[in-house]
């Protein structure tokens, strides 16, 4: 390896520890100075944030079903390196880690008693704009987001035999000089970095709830201790995982993840208000298709905006914050899949996963609040305290200890599944994009993510860290943008079959789930 080779991960390294050491020790002017960057982009630039989004939608749509769809993420003849089901297990776990089991009844709870103005709480029409308000957080701009980094990377480290870098993605646009000079070092740090705080700040929730869960069930104290204890078991599971590879460690526990997820599903429907929640489902997804590109792009000027920018404009920015991540994971495990394969499995199968979820948990908690059997505090408490709302609720139902305990399991299954491949991708960035990077790399940014989730816990800085990095992300849609104009500049050099088959992708995923 070159020396310059090392520079992404020095200079990577040195900023996140200083951010981390500025949040932990200077925790008021860190927070102070979050969120006036923070309110500067979600009151100047909301409407980017929109429109970005909406554009990432269109984009992946009209190329999936374009005749670029059918080319290969590899060689022609280049096979999915994973079966579908794996492969679909590794990415959903990646892309949503502990975000549906945290969210997935407190959030439909929030915009039920709190829904955006000149909708009255807790009636029946804020309990449709909360089911239509998280189908679209966590329905397909999420996966799309993700889709565009995520193809963009695959294609040219397969196709083209570039670096497993983010910058590599720009050689049509800047050449290979500047690529592999400053403006391609800059992008992969700002990766780097973007990746490390989103990831240190999800495990730091994640182990808020599996801590309020242990608490609830068991009896066990919410304590810093705790927290530590349960950072540190995790950790070494994640660096283990990480260290077998992605052939072992992460595929195994990517696939557990899934379906123990599929079984709380199950479970949770046959014991909840089953006609509500299909009822939900399909009122809810008409609304969400019926309004998409009202609500993808409505902003009001004249209007009450605080919800907008503290649930979608926050969100959109927080999706965006985890694309480089969730980005370039994909693309290391989506070698042989084709175009329209990909958007597919990353694209529209999620979403219809995460709408499928929300419609499953939100109905819990919005039931319970309509039929008054948890009064409008006990929902603000839900809210107030999302960690433990998830449990509260459960209790409600029948099995509600059996319920919760597999909660807990998935919350931990999600929390490795996040970590272990944020660990990867790390040691992918900071050892010149490769594809199978040291173990020693791993280890060391599977320490220092537990190190910093630790600090943070201890000045009570996850926030505000959260914020910071959704700020140092915005660069990213610009990124991003240009991350398109590169991919369909090359694709555009690709010779295309006069004729291809859109049944062709369907194919090819039988033959990939025979062949493996």
């Known amino acids: 390896m070159k020396k310059n080779d090392n520079h992404v991960f020095i200079i990577s390294l040195i900023l996140t520890l200083a951010i981390a050491f500025w949040a932990i020790?200077?925790?008021?002017?860190?927070?102070?100075?979050?969120?006036?960057?923070?309110?500067?982009?979600?009151?100047?630039?909301?409407?980017?944030?929109?429109?970005?989004?909406?554009?990432?939608?269109?984009?992946?749509?009209?190329?999936?079903?374009?005749?670029?769809?059918?080319?290969?993420?590899?060689?022609?003849?280049?096979v999915p390196e994973y079966k579908t089901s794996s492969w679909f297990a590794m990415l959903f776990g990646c892309g949503m880690g502990v975000g549906l089991v945290f969210w997935?009844?407190?959030?439909?709870?929030?915009?039920?008693?709190?829904?955006?103005?000149?909708?009255?709480?807790?009636?029946?029409?804020?309990?449709?704009?909360?089911?239509?308000?998280?189908?679209?957080?966590?329905?397909?701009?999420?996966?799309?987001?993700?889709?565009?980094?995520?193809?963009?990377?695959?294609?040219?480290?397969?196709?083209?035999?570039?670096?497993?870098?983010?910058?590599?993605?720009?050689?049509?646009?800047?050449?290979?000089?500047?690529?592999?000079?400053?403006?391609?070092?800059?992008?992969?740090?700002?990766?780097?970095?973007?990746?490390?705080?989103?990831?240190?700040?999800?495990?730091?929730?994640?182990?808020?709830?599996?801590?309020?869960?242990?608490?609830?069930?068991?009896?066990?104290?919410?304590?810093l201790l705790i927290q530590i204890i349960i950072i540190g078991v995790i950790s070494v599971i994640v660096i283990w995982s990480a260290v077998s590879g992605i052939d072992k460690g992460i595929k195994l526990i990517s696939d557990a993840n899934l379906y123990i997820a599929i079984g709380l599903m199950i479970l949770v429907f046959l014991v909840g208000p089953k006609v509500d929640v299909i009822n939900n489902f399909v009122n809810g997804f008409g609304q969400y298709l019926g309004t998409f590109i009202q609500d993808s792009l409505g902003i009001n000027t004249y209007s009450d905006l605080s919800w907008l920018r503290n649930w979608r404009i926050f969100y959109w920015?927080?999706?965006?914050?985890?694309?480089?991540?969730?980005?370039?994971?994909?693309?290391?495990?989506?070698?042989?899949?084709?175009?329209?394969?990909?958007?597919?499995?990353?694209?529209?199968?999620?979403?219809?996963?995460?709408?499928?979820?929300?419609?499953?948990?939100?109905?819990?908690?919005?039931n319970l609040g309509s039929k008054g059997i948890l009064s409008t505090k006990a929902l603000q408490a839900v809210v107030a305290k999302p960690e433990t709302g998830l449990f509260v609720v459960m209790q409600k139902y029948p099995f509600g200890m059996i319920l919760s305990v597999v909660a807990l399991v998935l919350l931990c299954t999600f929390f490795i599944t996040s970590a272990n491949s944020g660990t990867f991708v790390l040691s992918m960035l900071s050892s010149n994009g490769n594809l199978n990077p040291p173990n020693n790399k791993k280890i060391l940014w599977g320490i220092v993510q537990a190190v910093l989730a630790i600090g943070l816990l201890v000045a009570g800085g996850l926030k505000p860290l959260q914020i910071i990095s959704i700020a140092a992300a915005f660069p990213f849609i610009f990124i991003m943008l240009f991350a398109m104009v590169s991919l369909v500049k090359s694709l555009k050099g690709e010779t295309i079959p006069t004729k291809f088959k859109i049944g062709e992708s369907a194919k090819n995923l039988v033959n990939a789930e025979t062949e493996n």
């Open 317 to 366: 920015a927080w999706w965006i914050a985890w694309a480089p991540f969730v980005g370039v994971f994909i693309a290391r495990i989506s070698k042989g899949r084709t175009i329209r394969e990909f958007i597919a499995g990353v694209v529209i199968a999620p979403t219809l996963g995460s709408l499928l979820w929300f419609a499953i948990f939100g109905t819990l908690g919005i």
């Open 104 to 223: 997935g009844i407190s959030e439909p709870i929030s915009h039920y008693i709190a829904p955006m103005a000149g909708i009255k709480a807790g009636s029946a029409e804020a309990a449709q704009f909360a089911m239509k308000s998280s189908f679209m957080h966590w329905g397909i701009q999420p996966w799309a987001n993700y889709a565009i980094i995520g193809l963009a990377l695959a294609y040219f480290t397969f196709r083209k035999k570039k670096k497993g870098l983010i910058s590599s993605i720009f050689e049509p646009l800047i050449g290979e000089k500047k690529v592999n000079g400053f403006w391609g070092k800059l992008i992969d740090v700002l990766a780097v970095f973007a990746t490390v705080a989103g990831v240190v700040t999800s495990l730091g929730l994640g182990v808020l709830q599996i801590n309020s869960g242990l608490k609830y069930m068991f009896g066990v104290p919410t304590t």
């Open 25 to 78: 020790f200077g925790k008021t002017s860190f927070g102070i100075v979050s969120n006036a960057v923070f309110n500067f982009l979600s009151v100047d630039f909301g409407w980017l944030y929109l429109l970005i989004m909406f554009v990432f939608v269109v984009f992946v749509i009209v190329l999936a079903i374009s005749k670029y769809g059918s080319i290969k993420l590899g060689d022609d003849d280049s």
